[in-house]
Each structure stands twice: as C-alpha cells, then as structure tokens.
C-alpha cells in the first residue's frame, strides 16, 4: 500500500491534451450534436464552451495581475470587503436621519437618502447629523442640492465621503462648475449603468453604454479645462445585478478595466483610473408572486456583485415591487449581505473568481465587445449624438424584445411564477397597483394574466378547473402531465392530475377543460375515444393534448381544440383559454 501511495497518490497527474479530453467527448456522445449538447450560446454572442483550460487564456493580457493592480479586472483594491448601503425612502430629514441610524446599528456601513427634502444647510444638517463616519449618497440630487452640499461640506471637515446620483450629463457647464468648487469628499457624479439593464441591455451594451457616457463626461470636461484626475475621481458608476451569474461577476470586472484604460488615455493617473462602483440587485427579476423566491434570487444577485468586485451594494427588499417594503423585509434584506460578509465571509477574499479559466474568458470578451460598443457610439459622434439619433433606444428595443421573448417562450425562467407556479397563491389583495406598474419587470405579462383570473374569481367569477388526464405509456404520461401543469399554473388555473385506464373515466369527469397527457402513438385513438364519449354524454368540454404529434391535423379533425407544447405561446394560449373559458379583461 505504501509504495502504491508513493507511486500513484503523491505524482503529479499526468498531462492530458486537449484532443484527449476531445476525443473522450466525443466517444461519449455517441454521435449527438456537439454543439447543441455541450455548447452554451449566450444572447450576447459569446459560445460558451463546456470546459476550459489554461490555453484558452494564453493571450490575455491581466490575468497574471494581483487585486488592486492595474487595470483593476481583479477589483482596485487588495480585500474582498464592501460596504451594505442602505436606501432610506423617507422625505423628512428628521425622520430621514433616525431611519439612517436604525439601519447603521442593524449592520448598513453606508446610507442613500433617495427622497430626503433638502430646501437649505439647517435641512442637511439635520439629515447627517451624527453621520460623520458613515458614507452618504443622494441618489435623487439635482443642481439645487449640489450647492447646498457643496456649501456645506466646504465650511466643515467630514470623515466619510458624501456622493449624489446627479447625471453629468445633464448639464456638463454646471458640472465643471461642481468639480471645481467640490471638497474631495464629494464624489457629485453618478453614470446610471443600471437603467440599461432594466431598458434590456445585455451585459456587453450594459458596459459598451456606460463606458460611453463616461467618456463623453470625462471629454467634456477636459473641454473645461477640468483636471483629468479630478474628473475621473468626481463621478461612480451605479450597475443592476441581473440573474446571468458569471456574466454578471464578468461585466464588473471588465468594466473597471475599460475605465482604466479610458482614464489613462485622457492623461489620469492609475490612481485616479478606479472606478467607485455600486451595484443594487435587479428590479427587472422581481416577481409579485411567490415573492420569496426575490430573497434568493437577491442573494445570488449580491454574490455576483461581490465577486465581481463592487465597492457598495444594494439587496433591494423582496417586496418592493409591489408594495413599500415594511422594516422585516428590509432587514432581510440587510441581512443577507451580513450573512454573505460574516457568516459565509466572502470578504475575506478578494476576487474569488480568479483562476477561472471560464470566467477569465467571459470578462475577456465582454470588455473587447463593450469596447467595439463605444467605439461605435464614438464613430456616430458620440454617446449624447447617439442618443438623440435614437441608436441607443433603438440597440436596448432590440434586446429587450429578445429578452422579453425568452421569458415568453419560458426559455428564460422566473421560478414560481412562469414555472413552478403556486396555484393556491393569490397576490390581489396585497399588491399596490402604483408600485408593480413601475419600471420594466420581466415577469409583468405573466403577472397581468394571473391576475386577470383572480380578479374573474373576486368578482363571483367560476376558476376554470382544468383536469390533466394521464393515461398510456407511464414515462410520456407524467413528463407530459408536468409540462401542462405548469403550463396552465401560469394563469392561475385550478389544477387537478389524476390516472386514468380507460377514455370512458376521462370523459365523465368534472372539468372545464380536458388535457390529454400520453404518448404521441397514444393519442389518436385516444382522442378519437374521449371525443366521441363527451358527445354521447352531451358534454362540450373543450380537449386539449399536451405535445404536437405528427397526427396534429387528424387530431384537430377528431375534435382536439388545441394543444399545449414547448413551442406555444403562453401568452396567446393562456390568454385565448382565459376568453373562451369566461375571463375577460
């Protein structure tokens, strides 16, 4: 035993090629498609492959560099931490400032006021009173703000930095107007890389776009004669964290690289070229029904944020989007940053990801595809010409639509709601109809038909009841059974499975619909059967068969109303089903 251990355990593995693993690949395919089996692609052009190796990243340029080296794809700095910043809704400064300490001594190590009255210095006084030491960011801030705070923080010295959500852009005279007048305690620029993401960008446009904007900032003042280094250190980016994990870990890292790049090549130091990032999970991903699930999905949202180096980061309460988070919703969650901090300490490292053939790659690709996006947008004459011309609302309509067809077709899922649905969950009483209107959320379509049977069944309305008949072959019947139930959970539906021997059963059953779930060999007989028995019991219940067998057209002619698939619409069946089952608008 001794010498096997010496000669087997304690040597290195031998090389394998990649032709080796290839072949092995191959062999154990037996004969299906390579590429529709193992090759991921993604919406943003990039073939994902099913493993990668250390020549994959042979000819990138940073991954040798340490965390906080330029140009920063590993984070600008040398620790894993970040600060949990808070977001305090209310409008009173008084009120305001006692939200902001509860939420500092629950765990928040930063505070956005995004409502906060500020008419004068007695009104921000009070807002930051006892905040010294605690980061402070005024997300709603316009140009009368700016100068109260300027004024204030000028007459006082502050410990922690102060920043405002205010788009350069805007106005960029009164911009360079603010740098120079600004203590270096106030970072007063945000660049809004999150409003992309929820208008539907992909990760490479995500950065290709903010990247763009901040160019025409940075340009602009140079036009001013504003410092390069104090330009680059007066504004921070603000990004939304979409549910693509390694895409999302990827776009940051590849984002500070192409600041940097972009900061060196306006003559700032590399000091100056980090860029300040904040991240706030996605409000595109949240869903009114099985809200939970937000929880979870905020959590992988917050891990992609960390690993992907940001500075400060938002868990947005799992009920925001459909009415003002209460403080148990909050905490939530504020605490599962904590956890992520504390408990599971992914502070301790900084940029995690690193050694990751695959990720490597990603942020590879994301950073040279976003740079060929602004390269763009700056041949158009750049980003403030482009937006005018239409060609960035034009670039987001066109991956929105993608988007919002994956989420149609389920190919892009939203757990608990278009898959996975709870049919006893009804969300009408507890929503606020101002709030689940606001902003684009990927699941709103989804959510508009579900409540549309609710509303049908508050007003005295009859729940269609819809009965999946299993029958048949046992493997095609239950797999079949499955896609519809959740096909139908979708709009709400009463659901109920049940086994059935013979088409006499299904055809005297209480339903208002019937879904016929077996093998495709199975069904013309078997609809030919359940048809012909409704019409002798005088029934008119509509017959449905889950799959779409060559027999389709025979199928239709034996009297089958329709069919349910993975190529249907869910959105035109549902909503046909809903019109001709009694629910109207």
């Not at 007048?181 to 945000?190: D, E, H, R, Y």
């Not at 100056?272 to 409000?283: G, P, Y």
């Not at 009415?323 to 992914?346: C, G, V, Y």
């Not at 055809?507 to 078997?526: F, Q, R």
Request: a negative charge.
């Amino acid at each position: 035993m001794k010498h096997m251990a010496s000669d087997h355990l304690l040597q290195e593995f031998p090389p394998v090629s990649t032709e080796l693993w290839e072949e092995v690949i191959r062999r154990d395919l037996k004969g299906a498609d390579y590429a529709g089996k193992l090759i991921w692609q993604t919406p943003e052009g990039l073939a994902v492959k099913p493993y990668y190796r250390a020549e994959d990243i042979a000819g990138l340029e940073y991954p040798d560099a340490a965390p906080g080296a330029f140009p920063y794809a590993r984070s600008d700095r040398i620790t894993g931490d970040w600060r949990i910043r808070e977001e305090i809704d209310a409008a009173d400064p008084e009120e305001a400032n006692r939200a902001a300490h509860s939420a500092v001594l629950a765990g928040a190590g930063e505070i956005a006021f995004r409502n906060a009255n500020l008419e004068n210095a007695s009104d921000l006084g009070m807002l930051l009173a006892n905040l010294d030491e605690i980061p402070v960011h005024f997300e709603n801030a316009g140009e009368p703000q700016l100068r109260i705070l300027i004024a204030w923080l000028n007459g006082r010295q502050r410990l922690s930095p102060v920043s405002t959500g205010w788009n350069p852009l805007t106005n960029l005279d009164f911009a360079a107007e603010v740098i120079a007048a600004a203590p270096a305690t106030l970072v007063p620029f945000t660049i809004h890389g999150e409003e992309f993401e929820e208008w539907g960008a992909m990760a490479v446009e995500e950065v290709g776009f903010t990247l763009a904007a901040a160019i025409e900032y940075t340009a602009g003042m140079q036009e001013r004669k504003a410092d390069a280094d104090r330009a680059a250190a007066s504004i921070s980016f603000s990004f939304s964290m979409g549910a693509n994990f390694f895409f999302q870990i990827a776009k940051l890292r590849a984002f500070r690289m192409m600041w940097a790049q972009a900061v060196e090549s306006f003559g700032g130091t590399r000091e100056s070229a980090k860029a300040h990032i904040h991240a706030r999970t996605s409000r595109w991903n949240e869903t009114i029904y099985d809200p939970h699930v937000n929880i979870l999905r905020g959590t992988t949202e917050a891990m992609a944020a960390v690993f992907g180096g940001a500075d400060s980061i938002t868990v947005a309460p799992f009920d925001e989007c459909y009415k003002a988070p209460d403080e148990a919703s909050r905490r939530l969650a504020r605490n599962t940053q904590i956890i992520l901090k504390q408990e599971a300490m992914l502070s301790r490292v900084a940029d995690p990801g690193a050694g990751s053939y695959c990720l490597e790659v990603i942020t590879d690709f994301i950073a040279r595809e976003g740079w060929k996006i602004m390269q763009g947008i700056e041949a158009a004459g750049g980003y403030q010409k482009a937006v005018k011309k239409g060609l960035i609302s034009q670039a987001l309509e066109k991956s929105l639509a993608a988007r919002e067809e994956a989420v149609t077709y389920r190919r892009r899922i939203f757990t608990g709601t278009s898959q996975h649905a709870n049919i006893s969950e009804k969300a009408l009483n507890r929503i606020d109809f101002s709030r689940i209107s606001v902003g684009r959320r990927g699941t709103r379509m989804y959510e508009q038909l579900r409540l549309r049977t609710e509303r049908h069944a508050a007003q005295g309305g009859k729940n269609p009841h819809v009965l999946l008949a299993e029958i048949g072959d046992a493997k095609m019947r239950s797999a079949r059974s499955n896609f519809a139930a959740n096909f139908f959970a979708c709009a709400g539906f009463d659901l109920a499975a049940k086994r059935f021997s013979s088409a006499d059963r299904i055809a005297a059953s209480e339903a208002d619909l019937i879904v016929l779930c077996s093998s495709d060999a199975e069904y013309l007989a078997l609809a030919i059967e359940v048809t012909t028995k409704l019409k002798a019991l005088g029934r008119k219940t509509p017959v449905i068969v889950a799959g779409y067998p060559d027999s389709a057209e025979q199928l239709k002619a034996a009297g089958v109303a329709d069919f349910v698939h993975r190529r249907s619409n869910p959105m035109e069946v549902l909503a046909k089903w809903q019109q001709l089952l009694g629910i109207k608008d």
